[in-house]
């Protein structure tokens, strides 16, 4: 606006100075440009608006149709939550109507059951008011019987008063006196009849203590069958040729004594042709002697530094056996959560033994035998096969530990983290520690009975023959025997007494005497029988 001002003020200015032709020559280089300029102007100013104006018109409609489109779209939700609502509330009411008909159902059940209680109440009732009926009726006639009884009562009281006196008179004795010799009279045959009623009683008990011990030994046995082997102190090894003694010995012996000095063991060549025997007490080394021996015969190559290597690569294996054994064995009983050391110690037990019986064989028979027994009684078969495994563990333990097996076992045990009621059952099962738990009592039963197996153990005739004289002696020491034996390989003592010295009565406390004292001063497998013989002989001749 502006600028138009200014042209038109300059175009005045021009008219008044310039005639019409000049003003025209003179105004056509002058306005030409801002002519254009205004039309260029008035001409985008036209386009600007037209632009606006459709830009305006396409945004009112995207505006309509988004509002449109979410107007059509909350409708639709609309619809939808009022269609989900409806489900849900019929699930509702249906549930709702479920659950009141199943309530209904129950308070009926209840009200019939009510009724019927009701009914069987009216009966008991009936007939509780018919037995107190009876019981007056029958209260009735106790109390004329018992008058009765009153009246016979005072009668036998007057007859027995005469004839008490008419007694004294006839004896020449006064009731006390006859109370006196009754009574000691009565006094001699109770003794005598509790004598008899006493050794009746005692027989009985031990044939039912005999048959139910019988019955659960034997099923236990019966269903425990385990091969029993038996090794002495040498084992021997066969050569290919006599040529192989030469090579086993070497130059200057130096080949055996490597030999010996790896293993421990004592190597026997020139007394068996073409064998050679390994002596030695400790079992483990044994074997590894003779594996090691084997393989290097085996080999051909025998000179101390192969029997070093051959022997250190034998004793992993035997490492490994022993684990593996141990594993095994604890696999077959069926027991878990042992301690790893623990394990290897009972595989250390398959090369150890006691009176030739092998510890472990003896210890799994035990652990079966106890599983067995403790599930004739009720009690846990699980602990018991774990007590009996385990109730030897202290022989496999070296010198180093003081003690007999049983304490030192159950110690060991305990370090390894069993329950007390394992290492208390193991500690006791010898009764050299005093113990309430039933699995010693159990454990030292199987142990008895594994051991008492005919041909399970070995012992010397020296050891034998001691234990039968032992057991001997405490028989003869006794007043009023005159000789014993003993018989079934020490399993029976036959005790003879005199007749005249000792009763009947006095024989049945004798033979309890001498198996108490047995069971306290002699150390025996198995269970031994004492008989007390007592024998009466009348001889008279005819002439």
Request: hydrophobic residues 40%; contains cysteine.
């Amino acid at each position: 606006m502006i600028m138009m001002v200014e042209i038109q003020a300059v175009a005045g200015a021009l008219l008044w100075n310039f005639s019409e032709g000049e003003v025209m020559e003179l105004m056509v280089p002058w306005l030409l440009p801002p002519l254009i300029l205004m039309v260029g102007i008035a001409v985008g100013y036209g386009l600007h608006s037209l632009l606006c104006r459709a830009l305006n018109r396409d945004a009112h409609r995207r505006a309509n149709e988004i509002l449109r489109t979410a107007r059509e779209q909350s409708a639709a939700l609309v619809r939808q939550a009022r269609s989900e609502s409806r489900i849900i509330a019929h699930e509702a009411r249906e549930a709702a109507e479920k659950e009141l008909l199943a309530r209904y159902r129950d308070l009926e059940g209840f009200e019939e059951r009510l009724m019927q209680r009701d009914v069987r109440i009216e009966q008991r009732s009936a007939m509780l008011d018919k037995k107190e009926s009876l019981l007056e009726q029958q209260m009735a006639e106790l109390e004329k019987k018992q008058a009765e009884v009153e009246t016979r009562r005072q009668e036998l009281q007057q007859q027995i008063a005469v004839l008490q006196a008419r007694i004294e008179q006839t004896a020449a004795m006064s009731v006390e006196e006859a109370r006196r010799m009754l009574l000691q009279r009565t006094e001699e045959e109770a003794r005598t009849s509790m004598s008899h009623l006493l050794k009746k009683i005692l027989e009985e008990t031990r044939r039912e203590a005999d048959h139910q011990a019988r019955e659960i030994i034997v099923a236990a046995i019966e269903r425990c069958a385990l091969n029993q082997t038996g090794e002495i102190t040498t084992c021997s090894v066969s050569l290919p040729s006599e040529e192989m003694k030469g090579r086993i010995i070497g130059r200057d012996g130096r080949n055996i004594r490597s030999l010996e000095a790896e293993t421990g063991c004592n190597f026997l060549i020139d007394d068996t042709p073409e064998v050679v025997v390994i002596s030695g007490f400790d079992p483990l080394r044994r074997e590894i002697a003779r594996r090691s021996l084997e393989r290097l015969i085996a080999d051909g190559r025998i000179h101390p530094a192969r029997i070093e290597e051959v022997t250190a690569a034998v004793k992993d294996e035997v490492e490994t056996i022993v684990r593996e054994t141990g594993e095994a064995a604890l696999a077959e009983l069926r027991l878990t959560g042992v301690a790893p050391e623990l394990a290897r110690t009972i595989g250390l037990l398959k090369f150890r033994h006691s009176f030739s019986q092998n510890v472990l064989q003896h210890s799994i028979e035990t652990a079966h035998l106890m599983g067995l027994m403790a599930s004739e009684i009720g009690l846990d078969a699980a602990i018991a096969r774990r007590v009996g495994l385990f109730h030897d563990i202290g022989k496999a333990l070296d010198h180093r530990l003081e003690g007999n097996h049983a304490a030192i076992g159950a110690e060991f045990l305990k370090r390894c983290g069993e329950p007390p009621i394992v290492w208390q059952a193991v500690g006791a099962h010898h009764h050299e520690a005093d113990s309430e738990n039933i699995y010693a009592v159990l454990a030292a039963a199987a142990d008895a009975i594994t051991a008492a197996r005919p041909g399970a153990r070995a012992e010397t005739t020296e050891l034998y023959l001691k234990r039968l004289e032992q057991i001997e002696g405490i028989a003869n020491k006794h007043e009023g025997v005159k000789t014993s034996y003993a018989v079934y390989a020490g399993r029976e003592l036959r005790v003879i007494v005199a007749p005249d010295k000792v009763d009947d009565a006095r024989a049945m406390l004798l033979a309890r005497d001498i198996s108490r004292e047995i069971e306290e001063q002699v150390r025996y497998p198995g269970q031994i029988r004492v008989t007390v013989i007592r024998e009466t002989r009348c001889v008279e001749y005819a002439r």
